[in-house]
Antibody, heavy 117, light 107 residues
Framework: EVQLVESGGGLVQPGGSLRLSCAGS????????MSWVRQAPGKGLEWVSI???????YYADSVKGRFTISRDISKNTLYLQMNGLRPEDTSVYYC???????????WGQGTLVTVSS | EIVLTQSPGTLSLSPGERATLSCRAS???????LAWYQQKPGQAPRLVMY???SRATGIPDRFSGSGSGTDFTLTISRVEPEDFAVYYC?????????FGQGTKLEI
């Protein structure tokens, strides 16, 4: 059974940093397209970043230059390094696994990031 | 970047009625790489439809999808109480893999 478990969320001050983790089980993170999607309180889904199985990465304009997506093969884990955090980054962050190169087939339960002084 | 616009923003229906949700793309979505997700309060999204018209595993056949190019539709033939939720479309042909802003299906 495919499972995704996020961790690392919390309260951080503006300008601070946080690293989110997403531990995968039942599949190999390195062999799949993986994404981060976020949802601000009471708002819709916003795609944040994707890493292809070949290693290419893409980012939403709103986070480009501040966030970095990566993965650890040995730990079967996806990461999102978030620097220069802003209040508007406050959201639940979901880790997502794609079916091949296509749509998201599995979602984690989400981890809340709150950026506030 | 492909911008997706969903309508209506909110759809108020009674159980047993037909629901029609629209998703319009700012440019052609190649290969009909368009998915629909359902999200209930406090839960992660759930895949409902992919490839514009293929139901995901476990989705009942009252859900159907149609469309191509720039106009896509998710239809629920007879809405059940468990179908009341927010529905999002997403294109997955290219990155950024944009979402629509969502349609809230409410009683």
């Amino acid at each position: 059974e495919v499972q995704l478990v996020e961790s690392g969320g919390g309260l951080v001050q503006p300008g601070g940093s946080l690293r989110l983790s997403c531990a995968g089980s039942g599949f190999t993170v390195n062999n799949n397209y993986m994404s981060w999607v976020r949802q601000a309180p009471g708002k819709g889904l916003e795609w944040v970043s994707i890493i292809y199985n070949g290693g290419s990465t893409y980012y939403a304009d709103s986070v480009k230059g501040r966030f970095t997506i990566s993965r650890d093969i040995s730990k079967n884990t996806l990461y999102l390094q978030m620097n220069g955090l802003r209040p508007e980054d406050t959201s639940v962050y979901y880790c997502a696994r794609h079916l091949g190169t296509t749509m998201v087939s599995h979602w984690g339960q989400g981890t809340l990031v709150t950026v506030s002084s | 970047e492909i911008v997706l616009t969903q309508s209506p923003g909110t759809l108020s229906l009674s159980p047993g009625e037909r629901a029609t949700l629209s998703c319009r793309a700012s440019q052609n979505v190649p290969n009909n790489y368009l998915a629909w997700y359902q999200q209930k309060p406090g839960q992660a999204p759930r895949l409902v439809m992919y490839g514009a018209s293929s139901r995901a595993t476990g989705i009942p056949d009252r859900f159907s999808g149609s469309g191509s190019g720039t106009d896509f539709t998710l239809t629920i033939s007879r809405v059940e109480p468990e179908d009341f939720a927010v529905y999002y479309c997403q294109q997955y042909d290219s990155s950024p893999r944009t979402f629509g802003q969502g349609t809230k299906l409410e009683i």
